[in-house]
Structure formats: structure tokens, C-alpha cells
Nanobody, 120 residues
Framework: QVQLVESGGGSVQAGGSLRLSCVGS????????MGWFRQAPGKERERVAT???????SYADSVKGRFTISKDNAKNTLYLQMNSLKAEDTAMYYC??????????????WGQGTQVTVFS
């Protein structure tokens, strides 16, 4: 059974940093594309960052230069390092995968989410 569990969210002052983690079970992170998504109240879900089986990363324009996605295949863990946080980064953050080497627009498997709140 595929499971994804996010952690690391919290409340942080604008300009601060957080590191999100996503531990998976029931599958191996090796040779898979995985991604971080977020959804704020009243807004559409947004793809934040992805990392494919080659380690190639992709970011939303709104987070480029501030967020870094990475994964540790040995630990089956996906990370999102978030620096220089802004109020507009406030959202529920989810990790997701389609168990493929590439990331479709809407993956099949999702975690339960972790809340990030940035206050000024």
C-alpha cells in the first residue's frame, strides 16, 4: 500500500525558513518523479516543485531561488527546503507521486498535507 506522510510544517515569521519532509512506504523513491504541491484557502492547487528520476528539478516561478527540492532514495524521503518565506507561501503543502519516472500534472498518490503559515 502506497503511503506518503509529510511533516515539518509550522508557523514562521516572514523571511524565515522551514524544511518539509515526506516519507514514503510501499514503494521505492528510486527512479521516480516526485513533487510538492500546495493549496491555500480559496485558491487552486499549485505545483511547487518536482524532481524526476534523473534528479532534474523544476520550480514554480513564485518559489524559484527560495525553495529547493531534493530526495534521499535510501531513506525514501522527499524534502522541500523553504527559505525567505513570504506570507503568500501560506498553504497546506502536499507531496505526491504517480509512481512514474515523470510527473503528470495531477499525480495519483498524495500525502495528508502539512500546514505552513507565514506571518509578518
Amino acid at each position: 500500500q502506497v503511503q506518503l506522510v509529510e511533516s515539518g510544517g509550522g508557523s514562521v515569521q516572514a523571511g524565515g525558513s522551514l524544511r518539509l519532509s515526506c516519507v514514503g512506504s510501499g514503494f521505492s523513491y528510486d527512479r521516480l518523479c516526485m513533487g510538492w504541491f500546495r493549496q491555500a484557502p480559496g485558491k487552486e492547487r499549485e505545483r511547487v516543485a518536482t524532481i524526476d528520476d534523473y534528479g532534474t528539478t523544476s520550480y514554480a516561478d513564485s518559489v524559484k531561488g527560495r525553495f529547493t527540492i531534493s530526495k534521499d532514495n535510501a531513506k525514501n524521503t522527499l524534502y522541500l527546503q523553504m527559505n525567505s518565506l513570504k506570507a503568500e507561501d501560506t498553504a497546506m503543502y502536499y507531496c505526491a507521486t504517480d509512481l512514474r519516472t515523470w510527473c503528470p500534472r495531477v499525480p495519483t498518490y498524495w500525502g495528508q498535507g502539512t500546514q505552513v503559515t507565514v506571518f509578518s
